[in-house]
C-alpha cells in the first residue's frame, strides 16, 4: 500500500529537558521543533502572529460576510447567535490551551485527541480537521471573491463575466504559494493585515454603537429583537460557529510557535474573547442601522452598504478594503492550517510519508500544503456559500467534543509525560459541558451539512482501517 510505514514514527523534539519514559518529547526548545531524519519547523510565531492567526481566521467570516446571512436568518438577535458561539468556543478554547501546552506541536486537534482517545479517533479528527479547513478556507475565497467584485463595482469597472468565484480561485492558488515560501513569509502578512483591519473595525463601529444608542446621528431601525423566535437563535449559531475556527487553527501550527506556555493559552483564548466581542458589537450595529430584512437584502457584502449609511462613499471603500483584508487573512490562516494537520497524521504514519516532507529551501511542508490547496480551489469553484460553511463547522464541532473528551481522559488517568503549563479550571464539569454544547450545535444544522461532514468522517473512518489499522502511536494512553 504504497509507501506506508508501519513503525509508526513519533517527531522527535530537539529539547533541553529531553524525552519521557513513554518517548512523548517535551517540546522545550524556543528555535525549532526537530523531526524525524533531521527535518524541522521552525519557532518562528510570537505571542502576536498567535493573535494574528486566531484573530484574522476569524474576524472574516463573522464580520463581512454573515451578517446579511445571520439577521436575515434570526433577526437583531443574531447578535445573540454570535455570543452562544463564543461561549463555546471559549469553552473549548480552554481544555484546547491546556493540551496544547502538554502537547505543543504541529497539528493540534488532531494530536491532542490522538494521544488520549488513540490512533483510530485520531485519525477520523485528523482528516475532519483538514478537510474541515478545507471546506473553510473555500468559504472565506467565496467571501472575498463577493467583495473584490464590489470593489470593481464601485469604481465602475464592468467585468465581461460574475468575476466572484474566478477571483476566489486565483487567490487561492495564490496563498497556497505564499505559505509554501515560507512560514514566517505567511505569518508577517497575517499579522500586517490584523492590524490595519482591527484600526478600520474599532473607528467603524465605535461611530456605530454611538449611533445605535442615540449619542449622535439618527434613530435606531425599530425592531423587535428575536422576530422568528427562539430557534433560528440557535440553527444561526451552528451556521456562524465558522467563525470561530481560528482559536484551533492556532494549536494546528503550536509546533512553530515561540515560548509556547505562555503564548499558547493566550492566542487562543485571548482571540476568542476578542472576537466575540467585535461579532456581538456589529450584529447590533447593523440591524440598529438599516434593520434585519435590509441586511437579508445586502447578502454577503452588507457592512458595504452600512458603512455606506454611516460615512457615504469613503465608509463604502474603507468596509470593502477591510472585507478584502479579512476574508484574505482568514483563507490565509486556514490554508496554512490545514497543511499542518496534514503534516501531522503523516508523520505519525496515518498518511503516506512523502506527505510530511519538508522543503529544504524554505522550511515548509510543500506536499502538504498541495494536499491543502489543490481540495480547497476545487470547492471555492462550487460557490455554496452557507453549505461550505456549514460542513466546515460540523467537522470542527465533532473535533471539539472529542478536544473536551480527551482532557476529561487525560486528568483522569495522566500518563508520565503530561505535564501542561497552563490547567483549566472547573475540569471535569466544564469541558464535559464543552463537549456536549459542541455536540448540541450539530443538531441545529440543515440536514445537507450534516450528511456531508458525516460522510467526511465515514471515509475517514475506512481510511483508517485500510491504511493504518496497525499503526501504534507513541505517546497514547
Given at each position: 500500500m504504497g509507501d506506508r510505514d508501519e513503525r509508526a514514527p513519533e517527531p522527535r523534539g530537539r529539547n533541553v529537558a529531553g524525552e519521557t519514559p513513554t518517548g512523548e518529547p517535551v517540546a522545550t526548545d524556543e528555535d525549532v521543533t526537530v523531526h524525524e531524519e533531521g527535518t524541522e519547523l521552525e519557532r518562528t510565531i510570537g505571542l502576536v502572529g498567535g493573535l494574528a492567526i486566531g484573530i484574522g481566521t476569524m474576524i472574516g467570516a463573522g464580520i463581512f460576510v454573515f451578517p446579511g446571512i445571520a439577521a436575515g436568518e434570526a433577526g437583531p438577535a443574531a447578535a445573540a447567535s454570535f455570543a452562544i458561539g463564543g461561549v463555546v468556543a471559549l469553552l473549548v478554547a480552554l481544555p484546547s490551551a491546556e493540551l496544547a501546552t502538554a502537547m505543543p506541536r504541529s497539528g493540534g486537534g488532531y494530536y491532542f485527541v490522538s494521544r488520549a482517545l488513540g490512533a483510530a479517533y485520531g485519525t477520523v479528527v485528523g482528516i475532519s480537521l483538514w478537510l474541515g479547513l478545507v471546506f473553510a478556507s473555500a468559504f472565506y475565497l467565496v467571501g472575498f471573491g463577493h467583495y473584490a467584485a464590489a470593489v470593481l463595482a464601485e469604481v465602475g469597472v464592468a467585468a465581461p463575466i460574475d468575476p466572484v468565484i474566478p477571483l476566489g480561485v486565483?487567490?487561492?492558488?495564490?496563498?497556497?504559494?505564499?505559505?509554501?515560501?515560507?512560514?514566517?513569509?505567511?505569518?508577517?502578512?497575517?499579522?500586517?493585515?490584523?492590524?490595519?483591519?482591527?484600526?478600520?473595525?474599532?473607528?467603524?463601529?465605535?461611530?456605530?454603537?454611538?449611533?445605535?444608542?442615540?449619542?449622535?446621528?439618527?434613530?435606531?431601525?425599530?425592531?423587535?429583537?428575536?422576530?422568528?423566535?427562539?430557534?433560528?437563535?440557535?440553527?444561526?449559531?451552528?451556521?456562524?460557529?465558522?467563525?470561530?475556527?481560528?482559536?484551533?487553527?492556532?494549536?494546528?501550527?503550536?509546533?512553530?510557535?515561540?515560548?509556547?506556555?505562555?503564548?499558547?493559552?493566550?492566542?487562543?483564548?485571548?482571540?476568542?474573547?476578542?472576537?466575540?466581542?467585535?461579532?456581538?458589537?456589529?450584529?447590533?450595529?447593523?440591524?440598529?442601522?438599516?434593520?434585519?430584512?435590509?441586511?437579508?437584502?445586502?447578502?454577503?457584502?452588507?457592512?458595504?452598504?452600512?458603512?455606506?449609511?454611516?460615512?457615504?462613499?469613503?465608509?463604502?471603500?474603507?468596509?470593502?478594503?477591510?472585507?478584502?483584508?479579512?476574508t484574505f487573512s482568514s483563507a490565509n490562516a486556514s490554508i496554512l492550517?490545514?497543511?499542518?494537520?496534514?503534516?501531522?497524521?503523516?508523520?505519525?504514519?496515518?498518511?503516506?510519508?512523502?506527505?510530511?516532507?519538508?522543503?529544504?529551501?524554505?522550511?515548509?511542508?510543500?506536499?502538504?500544503?498541495?494536499?491543502?490547496?489543490?481540495?480547497?480551489?476545487?470547492?471555492?469553484?462550487?460557490?455554496?456559500?452557507?453549505?461550505?460553511?456549514?460542513?466546515?463547522?460540523f467537522l470542527h464541532l465533532i473535533m471539539y467534543g472529542l478536544i473536551c473528551a480527551a482532557l476529561i481522559a487525560l486528568r483522569r488517568n495522566p500518563p508520565e509525560w503530561y505535564?501542561?503549563?497552563?490547567?483549566?479550571?472547573?475540569?471535569?464539569?466544564?469541558?464535559?459541558?464543552?463537549?456536549?454544547?459542541?455536540?448540541g450545535l450539530i443538531a441545529f444544522m440543515a440536514p445537507a451539512s450534516i450528511v456531508v461532514g458525516v460522510l467526511v468522517m465515514a471515509g475517514a473512518y475506512g481510511w483508517h482501517s485500510y491504511y493504518a489499522r496497525g499503526v501504534t502511536l507513541k505517546g497514547q494512553l
Amino acid at each position: 500500500m504504497g509507501d506506508r510505514d508501519e513503525r509508526a514514527p513519533e517527531p522527535r523534539g530537539r529539547n533541553v529537558a529531553g524525552e519521557t519514559p513513554t518517548g512523548e518529547p517535551v517540546a522545550t526548545d524556543e528555535d525549532v521543533t526537530v523531526h524525524e531524519e533531521g527535518t524541522e519547523l521552525e519557532r518562528t510565531i510570537g505571542l502576536v502572529g498567535g493573535l494574528a492567526i486566531g484573530i484574522g481566521t476569524m474576524i472574516g467570516a463573522g464580520i463581512f460576510v454573515f451578517p446579511g446571512i445571520a439577521a436575515g436568518e434570526a433577526g437583531p438577535a443574531a447578535a445573540a447567535s454570535f455570543a452562544i458561539g463564543g461561549v463555546v468556543a471559549l469553552l473549548v478554547a480552554l481544555p484546547s490551551a491546556e493540551l496544547a501546552t502538554a502537547m505543543p506541536r504541529s497539528g493540534g486537534g488532531y494530536y491532542f485527541v490522538s494521544r488520549a482517545l488513540g490512533a483510530a479517533y485520531g485519525t477520523v479528527v485528523g482528516i475532519s480537521l483538514w478537510l474541515g479547513l478545507v471546506f473553510a478556507s473555500a468559504f472565506y475565497l467565496v467571501g472575498f471573491g463577493h467583495y473584490a467584485a464590489a470593489v470593481l463595482a464601485e469604481v465602475g469597472v464592468a467585468a465581461p463575466i460574475d468575476p466572484v468565484i474566478p477571483l476566489g480561485v486565483l487567490f487561492g492558488v495564490l496563498l497556497t504559494v505564499l505559505s509554501a515560501t515560507g512560514t514566517e513569509n505567511a505569518a508577517k502578512l497575517q499579522n500586517a493585515i490584523v492590524g490595519v483591519l482591527l484600526v478600520i473595525l474599532t473607528s467603524f463601529l465605535a461611530y456605530g454603537a454611538g449611533d445605535a444608542l442615540g449619542v449622535f446621528g439618527t434613530s435606531a431601525v425599530p425592531e423587535q429583537f428575536a422576530p422568528f423566535g427562539v430557534g433560528p437563535i440557535f440553527s444561526t449559531a451552528a451556521l456562524v460557529f465558522t467563525s470561530y475556527l481560528g482559536f484551533a487553527q492556532v494549536a494546528t501550527v503550536a509546533g512553530e510557535i515561540k515560548n509556547p506556555d505562555r503564548n499558547l493559552p493566550l492566542a487562543m483564548v485571548g482571540s476568542v474573547v476578542i472576537v466575540a466581542t467585535f461579532y456581538v458589537v456589529t450584529i447590533f450595529v447593523a440591524t440598529s442601522a438599516v434593520g434585519s430584512e435590509a441586511l437579508r437584502g445586502f447578502g454577503e457584502t452588507a457592512m458595504v452598504e452600512v458603512s455606506r449609511e454611516f460615512f457615504g462613499v469613503a465608509g463604502a471603500v474603507a468596509i470593502l478594503f477591510a472585507g478584502l483584508l479579512a476574508t484574505f487573512s482568514s483563507a490565509n490562516a486556514s490554508i496554512l492550517s490545514s497543511s499542518r494537520s496534514i503534516y501531522a497524521l503523516s508523520s505519525d504514519a496515518l498518511l503516506p510519508r512523502r506527505a510530511s516532507e519538508i522543503n529544504l529551501r524554505y522550511g515548509t511542508p510543500h506536499v502538504a500544503l498541495a494536499m491543502a490547496g489543490g481540495p480547497i480551489v476545487v470547492l471555492t469553484a462550487t460557490g455554496q456559500v452557507e453549505l461550505l460553511a456549514e460542513v466546515a463547522s460540523f467537522l470542527h464541532l465533532i473535533m471539539y467534543g472529542l478536544i473536551c473528551a480527551a482532557l476529561i481522559a487525560l486528568r483522569r488517568n495522566p500518563p508520565e509525560w503530561y505535564d501542561p503549563d497552563f490547567r483549566m479550571p472547573g475540569s471535569p464539569y466544564l469541558p464535559a459541558i464543552g463537549g456536549l454544547a459542541s455536540f448540541g450545535l450539530i443538531a441545529f444544522m440543515a440536514p445537507a451539512s450534516i450528511v456531508v461532514g458525516v460522510l467526511v468522517m465515514a471515509g475517514a473512518y475506512g481510511w483508517h482501517s485500510y491504511y493504518a489499522r496497525g499503526v501504534t502511536l507513541k505517546g497514547q494512553l
